[in-house]
């Protein structure tokens, strides 16, 4: 079964400072990766998506990017933070094998930008 | 536009009952999915429905309807445990998962 790994867990950052998130997955190959926000309270926000290395699709346009350098690693990235950037930042991946086609979540990272 | 509706928040007694409500309106159908999210945690996967109809795990349930565009969550003999928010999600035509705010459930003694 696929495991989902995402860090770090919880970060408190100041605006203008950069930012990376990274995401790996495991026991699944060329998976389709993504990254989601969810402000509190709020539903989930589809950041970036990738079928493949290298292929990034960006749903909002944002001070945010997103790399994906090898199959299953997927990091989120940012020059310069805002403040609006703050939330719950998730990694996700659905697996190519499985009919269904559900997204399996990361641990998901905690972000406050001061 | 493409459009989840749940309701924000919903208070049951333990032991008790709940029905969980999620209409949409998507550009295309390939599926709806309900998943359970913990305070502070990432969601986790409850189910799948693709076809009308009910499908059934344990003390949850899913039923479907495509042609009302209409799905609810069913959970039985409700436990403290079942405190959380759920989400729905349906696939649209190109396979991208639109979602609902989620619906809060609180679950008093």
């Known amino acids: 079964s696929q495991t989902i790994h995402q860090w770090p867990a919880t970060l408190v950052q100041p605006v203008g400072s950069p930012l990376s998130l990274e995401c790996t997955v495991e026991?699944?190959?060329?998976?389709?990766l993504y990254w989601y926000r969810q402000a509190a309270g709020r539903g989930l926000q589809l950041l970036f998506y990738?079928?493949?290395?290298?292929?990034i699709s960006s749903e909002v346009p944002q001070n945010l990017s997103a790399s994906r350098p090898q199959d299953r690693q997927f990091i989120l990235s940012s020059k310069k933070l805002l403040l609006s950037d703050s939330g719950f930042y998730l990694c996700?991946?659905?697996?190519?094998?499985?009919?269904?086609?559900?997204?399996?979540f990361g641990e998901g990272s905690r972000l406050t930008v001061l | 536009g493409q459009n989840i509706d749940q309701p924000t928040e919903m208070t049951a007694t333990e032991g008790a009952i709940v029905q969980i409500n999620c209409t949409y309106q998507t550009s295309g159908f390939n599926g709806l999915f309900w998943y359970q999210q913990h305070a502070g945690e990432a969601p986790t996967f409850l189910s799948y429905?693709?076809l009308d109809g009910l499908e059934e795990k344990g003390r949850f349930s899913s039923f479907l309807s495509r042609s009302k565009g209409y799905s609810y969550l069913l959970l039985k003999e409700l436990q403290m445990k079942d405190s959380a928010s759920y989400l729905c999600?349906?696939?649209?035509?190109?396979?991208?998962?639109?979602w609902g705010a989620g619906t809060k459930l609180i679950i008093k003694p």
């Open positions: 999600a349906v696939m649209d035509s190109n396979y991208q998962l639109i």
């Open positions: 990738s079928v493949g290395i290298g292929q």
């Open positions: 026991g699944t190959s060329n998976p389709n």
């Open positions: 429905n693709v």
């Open positions: 996700a991946c659905r697996s190519r094998d499985r009919d269904t086609g559900e997204l399996f």
